[in-house]
């Protein structure tokens, strides 16, 4: 009895050392699980947007079947370069053919029918920008020790300190990048530092550095007042475009010149990132604000402009107007590819979100979808939005563009144009005509139908701004006009 009462306290002793060498094991390993997961800080994010650069603005070809869809004149080796170790977007579109509403959009992550803001020189006031989350808010919610700036052209209302941002310029405007409007726009200006590229890529670099000192995660805007006008470039950019071969599109010397000295910025950034180390952790976002204005000195104008094979340009919702360069690159992003799925500014806030972590909050009221699955190249290949398609809204005559209010629903393969006025419909299948130069809405009523019931339905559920004759939206606030769908 002795020795079986022996041998069971053994047992138990055994039974009680094996439990704690297991107990042991398990919290080493979460231990190990949450060191590993503290070695993997917040990624750092650069957002470069450029202004008034069009889809075909630079020297990378941003759609693989369309050799179009480079300039046969400007040269963009840094984007180029930036291509090469990401991803590129065929299909993404600015939020508006403007830069304020385009601008608001990505920030909010909510198209500018819903904010209305649907035009620049808008009063804004009806807009709560203090409790509106926005970039710089949602990153600090995920993580405080995120610090964020805006450097260069704000262009929307309030302040970037009301948006959350640590550091900024302030509420600058195109004049704050030398803007003049008049015809001296389109004359060359020798400038050393054009439409401040440098002074504002030498802010960005010392915020980046700084944060990587302290070992903060950092979120940095860099908004450029290139390629918009006026023209100002280098000297010896100007020179050397001077005496290139122009293009059969392409021809204005001191446009490229300026578009060559704004890639030369970008490419103090990635030297910059390369040197402190940060590439494995940091995203690089590269996108224009709007397309680019197609009547640019020795353009064709409308019928072949800058933006073509893209019709029209900048103020409008065709395609010239809205379709953008945008590059992404970054940790778990397959280095040289390319993406069709149409993404649009509003998907930006909730990307970046997605990329950095999961939000305390879900958003209220936003358009834009994340997009994180298409980077890494993840099933399902779609974005997930509130509403299917991307929606663009232009409620007024406009003496440069189309001179007609209309709207449009990019969904899938096609888009739908519908003009205000009058109720016309257009229909494009851009998968094959890229150009919308074939009006298919007689050939499928239905879809067209589906479609025009979509963005009216769409338009209603957030109170857009609705057009009526010789209203401008300009200036008045919006709850003074009471007019809306």
């Not at 601008?103 to 009063?123: C, E, T």
């Not at 900048?314 to 945008?326: I, N, S, T, Y």
């Amino acid at each position: 009895m002795n020795r079986d009462y022996s041998n069971k306290i053994a047992n138990k002793y055994l039974f009680s050392i094996l439990i704690s060498i297991f107990l042991l094991g398990c919290n080493l390993e979460n231990k190990k699980a949450s060191n590993n997961q503290n070695s993997n800080p917040p990624p750092n994010f650069i957002f470069i947007l450029a202004d008034d650069q069009g889809w075909n603005g630079t020297s990378v070809q941003m759609m693989q079947n369309e050799p179009l869809s480079k300039s046969d004149y400007h040269e963009t080796p840094n984007l180029e370069k930036l291509a090469k170790s990401g991803i590129k977007f065929s299909n993404a579109y600015s939020a508006a053919p403007v830069c304020a509403p385009s601008r608001y959009s990505i920030q909010f992550g909510k198209s500018p029918a819903r904010l209305s803001v649907i035009r620049v020189g808008m009063n804004t006031d009806h807009i709560p920008h203090d409790s509106l989350i926005s970039i710089p808010k949602a990153l600090k919610k995920i993580n405080e020790n995120y610090v964020t700036a805006h450097f260069g052209k704000w262009g929307i209302g309030s302040h970037p300190k009301t948006l959350g941002y640590d550091q900024s310029d302030g509420a600058t405007k195109n004049k704050d990048g030398g803007f003049i409007n008049n015809k001296t726009q389109w004359e060359n200006h020798i400038n050393e530092d054009p439409k401040k590229i440098f002074s504002l890529t030498k802010k960005a670099i010392k915020f980046i550095s700084e944060n990587v000192k302290q070992r903060k995660p950092f979120f940095v805007q860099l908004s450029h007042y290139a390629v918009h006008a006026n023209l100002e470039m280098k000297e010896k950019s100007l020179l050397k475009f001077q005496n290139k071969n122009k293009g059969q599109q392409h021809i204005n010397a001191g446009f490229s010149a300026m578009t060559q000295d704004l890639d030369e910025g970008l490419g103090l950034i990635l030297k910059k990132v390369d040197e402190l180390g940060i590439a494995e952790n940091t995203y690089i976002i590269y996108m224009s604000d709007n397309g680019a204005v197609p009547n640019i000195p020795g353009a064709k104008k409308y019928i072949k402009s800058y933006n073509y094979p893209l019709s029209r340009g900048k103020w409008d919702a065709m395609e010239g107007g809205v379709r953008v360069p945008l590059i992404i690159s970054g940790p778990s992003i397959k280095a040289n590819t390319e993406s069709s799925i149409a993404v649009s500014g509003c998907d930006l806030l909730p990307t970046l979100i997605d990329l950095a972590g999961k939000h305390p909050e879900k958003l209220e009221a936003i358009d834009g979808g994340s997009f994180k699955c298409v980077l890494f190249n993840q099933p399902p290949q779609k974005i997930k939005r509130p509403v299917e398609g991307i929606f663009f809204h232009v409620p007024y005559r406009n003496g440069i563009a189309l001179k007609r209010p209309h709207s449009a629903l990019r969904n899938g393969d096609y888009k739908l144009l519908k003009f205000q006025d009058n109720g016309e419909l257009l229909l494009f299948n851009l998968s094959n005509d890229i150009k919308e130069q074939c009006d298919i809405s007689k050939e499928k009523p239905l879809k067209t139908k589906a479609l025009e019931k979509i963005l009216d339905n769409y338009l209603s559920s957030v109170r857009a701004p609705k057009w009526k004759e010789g209203i401008t939206w300009k200036e008045i606030p919006v709850n003074q006009i009471n007019s809306t769908h």
